[in-house]
């Protein structure tokens, strides 16, 4: 990792735009599932969170891998980079619940507790993501995006 890697050039002005719209997807795919389950069939919060999880990760998994961090050469590591992924949304999992559910003991709606916990990750997220899960050698040291 290197400094230039901070530094808000238009290549990483746009990745982090293109990151954004798969958090959006996440985020927004999820809050209208989680309403469906938690309000609409009243499932208890856990259960409908997983749900939303799951089919949010999901979405956003794709559109992180294929579109803003997409790399030729992490075609060749297509296990390792998803097993990557997995790892760091099975921390977050720990991370996020235990976010909402502290919210929620203090007396904070889930759907409040949805917004915090986002804001949280937009930048923990794209971190990890920018420069671990999504990494490959070859772009670091200067391949194009795509």
């Known amino acids: 990792m290197k400094r230039a890697d901070f530094v808000p050039t238009r290549r990483n002005v746009i990745q982090f735009l293109e990151y954004m719209v798969g958090g959006t997807v996440y985020f927004w795919s999820g809050y209208m599932v989680f309403a469906l389950c ?17 089919i949010g990760w999901t979405l956003n998994y794709l559109i992180q891998r294929y579109w803003a961090f997409n790399n030729k050469s992490l075609k ?30 203090l007396g904070v709606s889930p ?15 794209y971190l990890w993501y920018r420069f671990w899960v999504f990494y490959s050698e070859r772009k670091a040291k200067g391949s194009q995006h795509g």
């Not at 499932?43 to 969170?49: D, G, H, Q, V």
């Not at 590591?77 to 559910?101: F, M, P, Q, S, V």
């Open 38 to 54: 938690y309000s609409g069939l009243h499932w208890n919060w856990l259960y409908a969170k997983i749900v939303a999880d799951i």
């Open 111 to 125: 759907y409040i507790g949805f917004f915090i916990s986002a804001g949280f990750f937009t930048v923990w997220n």
């Open 76 to 105: 060749k590591h297509e296990a390792r980079t998803a097993g990557k992924y997995t790892l760091i949304t099975l921390l977050n999992l720990l991370l996020d619940y235990g976010i909402i559910w502290g919210l929620k003991s």
